[in-house]
């Protein structure tokens, strides 16, 4: 079984830059692909972006698109979230989870769910 650890969060201006990362321990790491999702206070679990190994492949929600990067090191066993331009609704806990479904979106196709890492963007 994985363990998922997350890291890297904290209080950022908007406009600002954040970089998470989700180490792995447990089992091979690279033959799954990885996501990560954030939930904000009063808000359902939502998918952020994912990536698989091989082949390589990333996507990412809409909302995210052009200024979130997901990224993986599969000698460190860890997955990154590099977060740029910041705005106020990207304020949240961001969770790392592993998915066997590449494509999907959906939280009830990813598990081993790490405890999350808060990120808070004022203004």
């Known amino acids: 079984q994985v363990q998922l650890v997350e890291s890297g969060g904290g209080l950022v201006q908007a406009g600002g830059s954040l970089r998470l990362s989700c180490a792995a321990s447990?089992?091979?790491?690279?033959?799954?692909?990885m996501g990560w999702f954030r939930q904000a206070p009063g808000k359902e679990r939502e998918f952020v972006a994912a990536?698989?190994?091989?082949?390589?492949?990333?996507y990412y929600a809409n909302s995210v698109k052009g200024r979130f990067t997901i990224s993986r090191d599969n000698a460190k066993n860890t997955v990154y979230l590099q977060m740029n331009s910041l705005k106020l609704e990207d304020t949240a806990v961001y969770y790392c989870?592993?998915?066997?479904?590449?494509?999907?979106?959906?939280?009830?196709?990813?598990?081993?769910w790490g405890r999350g890492t808060q990120v808070t963007v004022s203004s």
């Open positions: 989870a592993i998915g066997p479904k590449y494509g999907s979106t959906s939280v009830t196709d990813f598990g081993s």
């Open positions: 990536i698989r190994w091989d082949p390589f492949g990333t």
């Open positions: 447990g089992r091979t790491f690279s033959s799954y692909p």
